[in-house]
Protein backbone atom coordinates (compact mmCIF):
# COMPACT_ATOMS: atom_id res chain seq x y z
CA UNK A 1 0.00 0.00 0.00
CA UNK A 2 3.04 2.41 0.63
CA UNK A 3 4.88 3.47 -1.66
CA UNK A 4 8.10 3.08 -0.49
CA UNK A 5 10.80 5.26 -0.42
CA UNK A 6 14.57 5.12 0.06
CA UNK A 7 15.86 7.26 2.38
CA UNK A 8 19.66 7.60 2.51
CA UNK A 9 21.10 9.64 5.13
CA UNK A 10 23.27 12.49 3.82
CA UNK A 11 25.69 13.76 6.30
CA UNK A 12 26.69 18.10 5.50
CA UNK A 13 29.50 19.15 7.75
CA UNK A 14 28.60 22.60 9.45
CA UNK A 15 31.65 23.93 11.29
CA UNK A 16 32.63 20.03 12.86
CA UNK A 17 28.85 19.67 13.67
CA UNK A 18 27.10 16.96 11.63
CA UNK A 19 23.92 17.24 11.13
CA UNK A 20 21.53 14.39 8.81
CA UNK A 21 19.13 15.34 6.76
CA UNK A 22 16.51 12.50 5.88
CA UNK A 23 15.72 13.89 2.32
CA UNK A 24 17.04 16.50 0.95
CA UNK A 25 15.13 16.76 -2.38
CA UNK A 26 11.00 16.13 -2.14
CA UNK A 27 8.26 17.33 -2.97
CA UNK A 28 5.73 20.65 -1.61
CA UNK A 29 3.19 18.64 1.08
CA UNK A 30 6.33 16.41 1.81
CA UNK A 31 8.09 16.26 4.91
CA UNK A 32 11.92 16.02 5.82
CA UNK A 33 13.87 14.64 9.14
CA UNK A 34 17.10 16.04 10.52
CA UNK A 35 19.03 14.74 13.28
CA UNK A 36 21.65 16.00 15.61
CA UNK A 37 24.09 14.09 17.68
CA UNK A 38 24.44 14.84 21.06
CA UNK A 39 27.68 16.97 21.54
CA UNK A 40 29.38 18.17 24.62
CA UNK A 41 28.76 21.52 25.11
CA UNK A 42 26.38 22.31 22.60
CA UNK A 43 22.25 23.44 23.07
CA UNK A 44 19.98 23.24 20.23
CA UNK A 45 17.22 25.80 20.19
CA UNK A 46 15.33 25.36 16.47
CA UNK A 47 15.59 25.41 12.77
CA UNK A 48 14.31 28.10 10.91
CA UNK A 49 12.62 28.18 7.34
CA UNK A 50 11.58 31.76 6.21
CA UNK A 51 9.83 33.07 9.34
CA UNK A 52 8.45 29.93 10.81
CA UNK A 53 10.84 28.17 13.31
CA UNK A 54 10.54 24.38 14.78
CA UNK A 55 11.14 22.75 17.97
CA UNK A 56 14.17 20.21 18.12
CA UNK A 57 13.52 17.25 20.43
CA UNK A 58 15.31 14.54 22.22
CA UNK A 59 14.74 11.33 20.03
CA UNK A 60 12.05 8.08 21.45
CA UNK A 61 15.90 6.61 21.89
CA UNK A 62 16.79 9.28 23.55
CA UNK A 63 20.48 9.10 21.33
CA UNK A 64 20.03 12.18 19.35
CA UNK A 65 17.93 14.62 18.54
CA UNK A 66 15.47 15.72 16.08
CA UNK A 67 13.40 18.20 14.01
CA UNK A 68 10.28 17.55 11.49
CA UNK A 69 10.80 19.75 8.58
CA UNK A 70 7.17 20.42 7.32
CA UNK A 71 7.01 21.97 3.25
CA UNK A 72 3.46 23.21 2.61
CA UNK A 73 1.48 22.45 -0.86
CA UNK A 74 1.81 25.67 -1.09
CA UNK A 75 5.64 26.07 -0.82
CA UNK A 76 7.15 27.08 -4.57
CA UNK A 77 9.59 25.04 -5.73
CA UNK A 78 13.24 26.07 -5.73
CA UNK A 79 16.36 25.79 -3.20
CA UNK A 80 15.15 26.66 0.39
CA UNK A 81 17.09 27.96 2.80
CA UNK A 82 17.26 26.95 6.44
CA UNK A 83 18.98 27.71 9.56
CA UNK A 84 19.65 25.49 12.53
CA UNK A 85 20.07 27.80 15.66
CA UNK A 86 22.04 26.58 18.73
CA UNK A 87 24.56 27.31 21.38
CA UNK A 88 28.16 26.33 21.65
CA UNK A 89 29.83 26.84 24.89
CA UNK A 90 27.25 29.46 25.59
CA UNK A 91 27.87 31.29 22.48
CA UNK A 92 24.82 32.38 19.43
CA UNK A 93 25.26 30.32 16.41
CA UNK A 94 23.43 29.98 13.22
CA UNK A 95 24.24 27.01 10.41
CA UNK A 96 22.72 27.79 6.92
CA UNK A 97 21.85 24.52 4.73
CA UNK A 98 19.37 23.65 1.74
CA UNK A 99 16.56 21.45 0.70
CA UNK A 100 15.74 21.58 -2.70
CA UNK A 101 11.89 21.25 -3.66
CA UNK A 102 9.93 20.60 -6.50
CA UNK A 103 6.03 20.31 -7.59
CA UNK A 104 4.72 17.02 -7.09
CA UNK A 105 3.06 15.19 -9.70
CA UNK A 106 -0.09 15.60 -8.27
CA UNK A 107 -2.83 15.26 -10.62
CA UNK A 108 -6.51 16.83 -10.62
CA UNK A 109 -10.00 15.32 -9.94
CA UNK A 110 -13.61 16.40 -10.25
CA UNK A 111 -16.21 16.00 -7.60
CA UNK A 112 -19.87 16.60 -7.83
CA UNK A 113 -21.37 17.39 -4.29
CA UNK A 114 -24.54 19.57 -3.03
CA UNK A 115 -23.84 23.31 -3.77
CA UNK A 116 -24.59 24.24 -0.22
CA UNK A 117 -21.29 22.35 0.86
CA UNK A 118 -18.94 24.26 -2.15
CA UNK A 119 -20.34 27.47 -1.28
CA UNK A 120 -22.53 28.07 1.31
CA UNK A 121 -24.15 31.44 1.21
CA UNK A 122 -25.99 31.13 4.74
CA UNK A 123 -24.75 33.55 6.94
CA UNK A 124 -24.76 31.48 9.80
CA UNK A 125 -23.24 28.43 7.88
CA UNK A 126 -20.53 31.28 7.03
CA UNK A 127 -19.87 32.17 10.60
CA UNK A 128 -19.56 28.60 11.78
CA UNK A 129 -17.30 27.40 8.72
CA UNK A 130 -15.25 30.46 10.07
CA UNK A 131 -15.08 29.68 13.44
CA UNK A 132 -14.47 26.08 12.82
CA UNK A 133 -11.70 26.84 10.67
CA UNK A 134 -9.57 29.52 13.19
CA UNK A 135 -10.34 27.26 15.98
CA UNK A 136 -8.79 23.73 13.90
CA UNK A 137 -5.43 26.17 13.04
CA UNK A 138 -5.19 27.42 16.57
CA UNK A 139 -5.16 23.24 17.74
CA UNK A 140 -2.75 22.71 15.37
CA UNK A 141 -0.34 24.95 15.79
CA UNK A 142 -0.31 23.61 19.63
CA UNK A 143 3.15 21.98 20.34
CA UNK A 144 2.68 19.56 23.29
CA UNK A 145 6.08 19.34 25.18
CA UNK A 146 5.80 15.78 25.09
CA UNK A 147 6.25 12.57 22.49
CA UNK A 148 3.19 10.09 23.00
CA UNK A 149 4.68 7.51 20.52
CA UNK A 150 7.77 5.12 20.45
CA UNK A 151 6.65 2.74 17.93
CA UNK A 152 5.96 2.97 13.70
CA UNK A 153 2.67 4.53 12.75
CA UNK A 154 0.22 2.04 11.17
CA UNK A 155 -2.92 2.26 8.47
CA UNK A 156 -6.07 3.48 10.24
CA UNK A 157 -7.54 0.84 8.44
CA UNK A 158 -6.83 -1.68 5.31
CA UNK A 159 -8.30 -0.70 2.22
CA UNK A 160 -8.34 0.20 -1.45
CA UNK A 161 -7.33 4.30 -1.65
CA UNK A 162 -9.64 6.16 -3.82
CA UNK A 163 -7.68 9.21 -3.51
CA UNK A 164 -4.33 10.59 -3.16
CA UNK A 165 -2.86 13.10 -0.80
CA UNK A 166 -2.13 16.56 -3.13
CA UNK A 167 -5.16 16.19 -6.27
CA UNK A 168 -6.32 19.40 -7.39
CA UNK A 169 -9.69 19.36 -5.82
CA UNK A 170 -12.86 20.65 -8.73
CA UNK A 171 -15.95 20.92 -6.76
CA UNK A 172 -19.25 21.03 -9.37
CA UNK A 173 -16.32 22.12 -11.83
CA UNK A 174 -14.48 25.02 -9.68
CA UNK A 175 -11.54 24.70 -8.36
CA UNK A 176 -11.23 24.74 -4.85
CA UNK A 177 -8.26 24.12 -3.22
CA UNK A 178 -6.29 20.41 -3.31
CA UNK A 179 -7.04 17.11 -1.53
CA UNK A 180 -5.45 17.79 1.89
CA UNK A 181 -5.24 13.79 3.27
CA UNK A 182 -5.63 10.35 1.79
CA UNK A 183 -8.88 8.39 1.50
CA UNK A 184 -9.97 5.21 2.32
CA UNK A 185 -12.79 3.08 1.08
CA UNK A 186 -14.86 2.73 3.89
CA UNK A 187 -18.07 1.40 3.92
CA UNK A 188 -20.35 3.19 6.98
CA UNK A 189 -19.74 1.65 9.84
CA UNK A 190 -16.31 1.05 9.28
CA UNK A 191 -13.96 0.48 12.10
CA UNK A 192 -11.59 2.85 12.18
CA UNK A 193 -7.61 2.22 14.25
CA UNK A 194 -5.52 5.52 15.81
CA UNK A 195 -2.36 5.47 14.11
CA UNK A 196 -0.44 5.82 17.30
CA UNK A 197 -0.80 6.80 20.93
CA UNK A 198 -1.37 9.72 21.77
CA UNK A 199 -4.31 11.87 23.40
CA UNK A 200 -7.82 13.31 21.45
CA UNK A 201 -7.13 16.69 20.79
CA UNK A 202 -10.88 17.07 19.38
CA UNK A 203 -14.19 14.79 18.56
CA UNK A 204 -17.21 16.85 17.15
CA UNK A 205 -19.28 17.70 14.06
CA UNK A 206 -17.82 20.27 11.77
CA UNK A 207 -19.14 21.62 8.21
CA UNK A 208 -16.80 20.58 5.95
CA UNK A 209 -15.09 17.37 7.11
CA UNK A 210 -17.97 16.07 9.23
CA UNK A 211 -17.79 13.75 12.23
CA UNK A 212 -14.40 14.33 13.24
CA UNK A 213 -11.32 12.73 15.29
CA UNK A 214 -8.14 14.66 16.34
CA UNK A 215 -5.36 12.96 18.23
CA UNK A 216 -2.18 14.67 19.29
CA UNK A 217 0.59 12.52 19.18
CA UNK A 218 2.77 15.24 21.19
CA UNK A 219 5.52 17.27 19.57
CA UNK A 220 3.83 19.41 17.14
CA UNK A 221 2.62 15.78 15.59
CA UNK A 222 -1.40 15.32 14.79
CA UNK A 223 -3.38 12.91 12.80
CA UNK A 224 -6.78 13.27 11.42
CA UNK A 225 -9.92 11.10 10.97
CA UNK A 226 -13.32 12.34 9.06
CA UNK A 227 -16.08 12.06 8.16
CA UNK A 228 -16.96 9.51 10.49
CA UNK A 229 -20.43 8.30 11.75
CA UNK A 230 -19.48 7.43 15.38
CA UNK A 231 -17.33 7.97 18.17
CA UNK A 232 -15.90 5.33 20.24
CA UNK A 233 -13.28 7.88 22.09
CA UNK A 234 -14.08 11.57 24.36
CA UNK A 235 -11.44 14.74 24.17
CA UNK A 236 -8.29 13.79 26.45
CA UNK A 237 -8.66 10.52 26.67
CA UNK A 238 -5.21 8.52 25.85
CA UNK A 239 -5.51 6.30 23.11
CA UNK A 240 -3.09 3.71 22.52
CA UNK A 241 -2.01 2.27 18.41
CA UNK A 242 -4.69 0.68 16.85
CA UNK A 243 -7.63 1.40 19.36
CA UNK A 244 -10.89 1.30 18.13
CA UNK A 245 -11.78 5.26 18.11
CA UNK A 246 -14.67 5.22 16.11
CA UNK A 247 -16.66 4.22 12.85
CA UNK A 248 -16.33 5.79 9.15
CA UNK A 249 -19.52 7.87 7.60
CA UNK A 250 -20.13 10.08 5.00
CA UNK A 251 -20.78 12.85 6.88
CA UNK A 252 -19.41 16.50 5.58
CA UNK A 253 -18.46 17.29 2.25
CA UNK A 254 -18.43 13.92 0.72
CA UNK A 255 -19.78 11.72 -2.35
CA UNK A 256 -20.52 9.26 -0.92
CA UNK A 257 -18.60 7.02 2.51
CA UNK A 258 -14.98 6.76 2.76
CA UNK A 259 -12.22 7.52 5.96
CA UNK A 260 -9.77 10.88 4.84
CA UNK A 261 -7.03 10.36 7.10
CA UNK A 262 -4.14 13.63 7.36
CA UNK A 263 -1.59 14.57 9.14
CA UNK A 264 -0.50 17.88 10.41
CA UNK A 265 2.95 18.80 11.57
CA UNK A 266 3.99 21.97 13.46
CA UNK A 267 0.54 23.16 11.89
CA UNK A 268 1.26 22.12 8.25
CA UNK A 269 -0.86 19.38 5.87
CA UNK A 270 1.56 17.24 4.67
CA UNK A 271 1.20 13.87 2.78
CA UNK A 272 0.51 11.60 5.35
CA UNK A 273 2.03 8.36 3.96
CA UNK A 274 5.46 9.82 2.73
CA UNK A 275 5.18 11.09 6.45
CA UNK A 276 4.57 7.91 7.86
CA UNK A 277 7.21 6.01 6.20
CA UNK A 278 9.61 9.00 6.80
CA UNK A 279 9.16 8.95 10.64
CA UNK A 280 8.83 5.05 10.91
CA UNK A 281 11.98 4.36 9.09
CA UNK A 282 14.32 7.23 10.72
CA UNK A 283 12.24 8.11 13.95
CA UNK A 284 10.31 5.44 15.11
CA UNK A 285 12.31 2.30 14.16
CA UNK A 286 11.29 -0.90 16.25
CA UNK A 287 13.61 -1.20 19.00
CA UNK A 288 15.02 -4.40 20.81
Do not use: W
Not at 1 to 25: D, N
Not at 112 to 125: I, L
Not at 159 to 172: E, L, M, P, Q
Not at 218 to 244: A, P
Amino acid sequence: MFRFLLFAFCTLSLAALPLQVSKKTLANGETTLLLLPKEKGVAYEKVCYKKECFEIFLTPSKQSYYALIPFSYYDKAGNKELVLRYKEESQEKKEPFFIKLHYGNYKKESIHVSSKKVNPKSPEVKKRTAREYKEAIALYNRVTPKLYIDKPFILPLESAITSDFGKARVYNGSLKGYHSGTDFRAPVGTPVLASNDGVVAYVGDRFYSGGTIIIDHGEGIYSCYFHMSKYDVEKGERVQRGEVIGLSGKSGRVTGPHLHFAMRVHGVQVNPLQFIELTNKELLKERD
